[in-house]
């Protein structure tokens, strides 16, 4: 049972952009504050960027003014735009609820690879 479809990373050069998708439910989409996280090869997953329910952003410091987070109410989408990628965005980018994050019990999706590679 998928909760969680991530898309739309790839490999781009420093200074460039991408912009991630995260689809889940509408069950989901219209209770949870919805997060991105990363996880670098060798590091802890992190968490990025959250939206509200109400559109209320948050943005962890190092992204700040470089990454922006949306949701689509009509196709339960939320969305990750990245500019100005450096190297250290390098990672797999996860989409979950602050809940569903912290619940060892509850799958999170497959995730979606962004390289960042001059």
């Known amino acids: 049972q998928v909760q969680f479809v991530e898309s739309g990373g790839g490999v781009v050069q420093p200074g460039g952009s991408l912009r991630l998708s995260c689809a889940t439910s509408?069950?989901?989409?219209?209770?949870?504050?919805i997060s991105w996280y990363r996880q670098a090869p060798g590091k802890q997953r992190e968490l990025v960027a959250s939206?509200?329910?109400?559109?209320?952003?948050y943005f962890e410091s190092s992204v700040k003014g470089r990454f922006t987070i949306s949701r689509d109410n009509t196709i339960n989408t939320v969305y990750l735009q990245m500019s100005s990628l450096k190297l250290d965005d390098t990672a797999v980018y996860f989409c979950?609820?602050?809940?569903?994050?912290?619940?060892?019990?509850?799958?999170w999706g497959q995730g979606t690879q962004v390289t960042v590679s001059s």
């Open positions: 509408r069950t989901i989409f219209t209770t949870y504050t």
């Open positions: 939206i509200t329910t109400a559109g209320s952003t």
């Open positions: 979950n609820t602050p809940l569903g994050a912290a619940r060892a019990d509850l799958p």
